[in-house]
């Protein structure tokens, strides 16, 4: 997953971050307490990834 980080924008990076963190067991409140930003935001950011990785054939293959 931290692969797909590369050439991808911010908003997007952001949000694999928030995806690792987590699985990690952190809440959306809580990873928008550590970027000091809104839990929405913390969530747009996650789909934004997610529609990022699964439009990915290669890593959709791969998890799957």
């Known amino acids: 997953l931290l692969e797909k980080?590369?050439?991808?924008?911010?908003?997007?990076?952001?949000?694999?971050?928030?995806m690792v963190l987590q699985m990690q067991g952190y809440s959306g409140t809580d990873i928008a307490e550590k970027y000091d930003v809104k839990p929405n935001y913390?969530?747009?950011c996650i789909s934004r990834a997610r529609k990022h990785l699964m439009n990915d054939r290669k890593f959709v293959n791969a998890v799957r």
């Open 42 to 44: 913390v969530a747009a």
């Open 5 to 18: 980080r590369k050439d991808v924008s911010e908003t997007t990076r952001k949000g694999i971050d928030a």
